[in-house]
């Protein structure tokens, strides 16, 4: 009995070294996973500040996107047709009609235009144009500013200044 009693009392103790090994076990090893947890948080949150940035980006890409397929542009040059002749080209390089379309020079260039009846060109469809004949002097200067002006679709008026040069 005695030796039951000796067995029974080890074992108590036993027991009692079993579970402060587990114990100490167990710190480090809620340790790692702590420190494996809150790297793994780290990089989640991380994944999530890209995706939100990805979004934002891809929001702002449609806005433009959806911008540029409602604006507008007009822009104009003059063009050299043969020897001694001119013709200022005006297209519509936006992306919707545009109204009421005309085209000047900024100041006295030198450069006269002859079909001044044909504006305001009334409509101006995407990618269409019209000329208008210009006759240059001796005395034209060789960069001048072309100024283009319409207005689009809500009848908003716009313009634009141009360098340009007869070579261009």
């Known amino acids: 009995m005695n030796v039951i009693n000796t067995i029974v009392d080890f074992l108590k103790n036993w027991k009692d070294v079993i579970e402060i090994v587990i114990t100490l076990l167990t710190i480090p090893i809620s340790i790692i996973a702590?420190?494996?947890?809150?790297?793994?948080?780290?990089?989640?949150?991380?994944?999530?500040?890209?995706?939100?940035?990805?979004?934002?980006?891809?929001?702002?890409?449609?806005?433009?996107?959806?911008?540029?397929?409602?604006?507008?542009?007009?822009?104009?040059?003059?063009?050299?047709?043969?020897?001694?002749?001119?013709?200022?080209?005006?297209?519509?390089?936006?992306?919707?009609?545009?109204?009421?379309?005309?085209?000047?020079?900024?100041?006295?260039?030198g450069i006269v235009i002859m079909d001044r009846e044909k504006q305001p060109f009334e409509e101006l469809e995407p990618g269409s144009n019209y000329e208008l004949v210009v006759i240059t002097y001796d005395l034209s200067i060789p960069k001048f500013k072309i100024i283009t002006e319409w207005e689009d679709q809500n009848g908003e008026k716009h313009s634009k200044e141009q360098m340009r040069d007869l070579q261009s």
């Open 34 to 109: 702590y420190f494996k947890a809150s790297k793994a948080n780290k990089l989640q949150n991380k994944i999530n500040e890209i995706e939100l940035k990805l979004k934002q980006y891809e929001q702002e890409k449609m806005e433009k996107e959806k911008e540029e397929a409602n604006s507008s542009c007009v822009e104009a040059r003059v063009v050299t047709i043969g020897k001694g002749k001119h013709r200022m080209k005006v297209w519509n390089s936006g992306n919707t009609t545009v109204y009421n379309v005309s085209a000047r020079f900024d100041g006295d260039v």
